[in-house]
């Protein structure tokens, strides 16, 4: 296994249905990120674990939970999504800390690309 | 706040041919780091290089090198004799020297046509 991996590769879900995405870095990073990417849109941070403690939560709607179990995992739980919440959601994980790290830049994973119906 | 801006939307050259990406910026922060993201069709940011506020020395590594002027607050991108293989989205991303978080451009999509 190396890098950053995502699953599922592809979503369908249901606005009444509950659903999750699994992320899981294999680099020892200490940090963890969820993105969204919508299309004609910039991606946009959502979720930031340090540590295993959420140190960000840009204004993220309820319907998204985000959970981070362990350094190594992180997962985005899904309920009663909307329509415009179809996009391809990112993870990430980067060495944060310490602070000023030599190695800052983050690793993603492929996404999972979600469509909701 | 952190602001990257590409103004380039779409690129398309022909093979062999350079590219130049446009990345300008703008932050508060005195230190900072900057980078330059792929996104072929697959769907994964690749990490292609990163530059230090404090290090102004332009490098090249294979075919790409990079353009950092702090005074312009700009940090553009060159693939040299592009290839096929080089088609995808590429981003420009700012993050502060003590912060986690990464702001991205709107991503420049460049076609190379064989």
């Known amino acids: 296994e190396t890098g950053v991996t995502q699953t599922p590769r592809h979503l369908v879900m249901g606005m009444t249905n509950k659903k999750s995405l699994k992320c899981e870095q294999h680099l020892g990073h200490n940090a963890m990120y969820w993105y969204k990417q919508s299309a004609k849109k910039p991606l946009e941070l959502m979720f930031v674990?340090?540590?295993?403690?959420?140190?960000e939560n840009n204004s993220v709607p309820s319907r998204f939970s985000p959970e981070c179990p362990n350094s190594s995992h992180l997962f985005l739980h899904l309920h009663t999504l909307q329509p415009e919440d179809s996009a391809l959601y990112l993870c990430a994980s980067s060495q944060a800390l310490p602070l000023g790290t030599d190695s800052p830049e983050a690793f993603f994973g492929q996404g999972t690309r979600l469509t909701v119906v | 706040a952190q602001k990257v801006t590409q103004a380039q939307t779409e690129i398309s050259v022909v093979e062999k041919e350079d590219v130049t990406l446009d990345c300008v910026y703008e932050t508060r922060d005195t230190t900072y780091y900057l980078f330059w993201y792929k996104q072929p069709p697959s769907g994964e940011l690749v990490f292609l290089i990163r530059?230090?506020?404090?290090?102004?020395q332009n490098e090249i590594s294979g075919r790409y090198s990079w353009n950092f002027q702090k005074s312009t607050s700009s940090f553009n991108f060159t693939i040299t004799a592009s290839q096929v293989v080089d088609s995808a989205v590429y981003f420009c991303a700012l993050s502060g020297y003590n912060d986690y978080k990464l702001s991205f451009g709107a991503g420049t999509t460049v076609t190379v046509r064989a």
């Open positions: 530059r230090n506020s404090f290090d102004e």
């Open positions: 674990y340090s540590l295993e403690e959420r140190v």
